[in-house]
C-alpha cells in the first residue's frame, strides 16, 4: 500500500477475516486495530463474534474482559425510521412504542413469510450466554431494524420506499432476512448502518456480497 494502512482499513480487513471465518488473519488485523485505536469498541465486538463463530467460546471471554477493563461497552443497537415528520427509534426487543402490539403482530407475519421463503436464521453469532436455538432466533427477530421494517410496513402505503439508520452494522442475518423482505413485499428497503448504505430491492441488495 502507498499509506500506512489507518483504523478503518484494520478494521475492514477484520470484517472480511470474520466474514471468510480466517482466525488468523483476523487476529492479526484486531492486533493492530486494538494498537492503533483502543477506543474502537467495534473491533472488540467484531473479534468477539468471529471467536463465537469458530466456537472459541474461551476467546469470547477474554475479549469481553479486556473490554471491561478499558471500560468499554458494546452499544446497544438502535434504528430510527422518519414518518410524517415525526423520528421514532427502535431499540432491540422493544415495546415502549404506542404501535407496539401492531409491530409484533407484523413481525410475526414477517416470521411465516420468511419461513415459507425458506429462510434458515443464521443464529451463529448470537449472544453466547443464549443457548436454546429457539431463543437464538426469537432474539434475531427483536433486531431493532426488523421493528423499524414492521412500523414501516404498517404505516408507508404500498410501493413507497422504506429507509432506515442503524447505529451499528447490520448482522449477517437481518441482511440475509432484509433481502427477502424487499421481495416479499415489493418494497424498497433502504437501510444506512455505521459501515454503509444497503439498497435492498426485490431481493437483491446494492453491496452484493454482505461482508
Known sequence: ??????????????????????????EYAAQHLIELAPETTGGYVVLSNMYAVAGEWEKVSEVREMMKKRGLRKDSGCSSIEHKGVVHNFIVGDKSHPQTKEIYSKLAEMREKLKLAGHVPDTSQV????????????????HSERLAIAFGLINTEAGCPIRIMKNLRVCSDCHSVTKL???????????????????????????????
Request: glycine share 4%; net charge positive; aromatic share 10%.
Open 127 to 142: 449472544l453466547l450466554y443464549i443457548e436454546e436455538e429457539e431463543e437464538k432466533e426469537a432474539e434475531l427477530e427483536n
Open 1 to 26: 500500500m502507498p499509506m500506512r494502512p489507518n483504523k478503518v482499513i484494520w478494521m475492514t480487513l477484520l470484517s472480511g477475516a470474520r466474514n471468510h471465518r480466517n482466525t488468523k488473519i483476523g
Open 181 to 211: 423482505l424487499s421481495k416479499i413485499y415489493r418494497r424498497e428497503i433502504i437501510v444506512r448502518d455505521n459501515s454503509r448504505f444497503h439498497h435492498f430491492k426485490d431481493g437483491l441488495c446494492s453491496c452484493k456480497d454482505f461482508w
